[in-house]
T-cell receptor
Framework: AQTVTQSQPEMSVQEAETVTLSCTYD???????LFWYKQPPSRQMILVIR??????QNATENRFSVNFQKAAKSFSLKISDSQLGDTAMYFC????????????FGQGTRLTINP | EAQVTQNPRYLITVTGKKLTVTCSQN?????MSWYRQDPGLGLRQIYY???????DKGDVPEGYKVSRKEKRNFPLILESPSPNQTSLYFC??????????????FGPGTRLTVL
């Protein structure tokens, strides 16, 4: 069975600091996608960044970047120059590209950016 | 505007009273699914559908039913709701992998309380 683990239930940093959220996953598959989703207080699920497992280069989207370590099955999210609007719950998720193709989510990390 | 809509957004009901949460998408996506979100557990898949008249169980299907009679609609039915089904529910849709983006589009969520 595929599992995703986020070991940090809560994190808090000052505005403009850099913060890294951890995520590990377990699978025997070789072809899959990894995602980070943001859930602000509005509860909307917003895709932050995505990584295809076959790509070695780490994905980057503006202030958001990932450190994808396939052998270690690790997929951390780095937020640079954090902003108050980054305050949200962050979910790491994983999807294999066959069968049910479901998203498997981690437990979430509640991130607070302090002014 | 490309979107996934859910109704109702909030619902308080009593044990045993049948209810339906509707979900509709306007992106002509083949794949639709339902998730429930509970504290400390992340999001878990309830049911999914890969096309019209094709549905299958996810990880937590007990107590739920779905149907897919039209491509755009994927209602979630609780025949006899119980308090342990109190949760935040998300509908989601996407293209099947290989046909385009892996991005999953989420509805705004439905907060259900069963008394």
């Amino acid at each position: 069975a595929q599992t995703v683990t986020q070991s940090q239930p809560e994190m808090s940093v000052q505005e403009a600091e850099t913060v890294t959220l951890s995520c590990t996953y377990d699978t025997s598959e070789n072809n899959y996608y990894l995602f980070w989703y943001k859930q602000p207080p509005s509860r909307q699920m917003i895709l932050v960044i995505r990584q295809e497992a076959y790509k070695q280069q780490n994905a980057t989207e503006n202030r958001f970047s990932v450190n994808f370590q396939k052998a270690a099955k690790s997929f951390s999210l780095k937020i640079s120059d954090s902003q108050l609007g980054d305050t949200a719950m962050y979910f790491c998720a994983f999807m294999i590209v066959r069968g049910a193709q479901k998203l498997v989510f981690g437990q979430g990390t509640r991130l607070t950016i302090n002014p | 505007e490309a979107q996934v809509t859910q109704n109702p957004r909030y619902l308080i009901t009593v044990t045993g009273k049948k209810l339906t949460v509707t979900c509709s998408q306007n992106m002509n996506h083949e794949y639709m699914s339902w998730y429930r979100q509970d504290p400390g557990l992340g999001l878990r898949q309830i049911y999914y559908s890969m096309n019209v008249e094709v549905t299958d169980k996810g990880d937590v299907p007990e107590g739920y039913k779905v149907s897919r009679k039209e491509k755009r609609n994927f209602p979630l039915i609780l025949e006899s709701p119980s308090p342990n089904q109190t949760s935040l529910y998300f509908c989601a849709s996407r293209q099947l992998p290989g046909l385009g983006s892996s991005e999953q589009f989420f509805g705004p969520g439905t907060r259900l309380t069963v008394l």
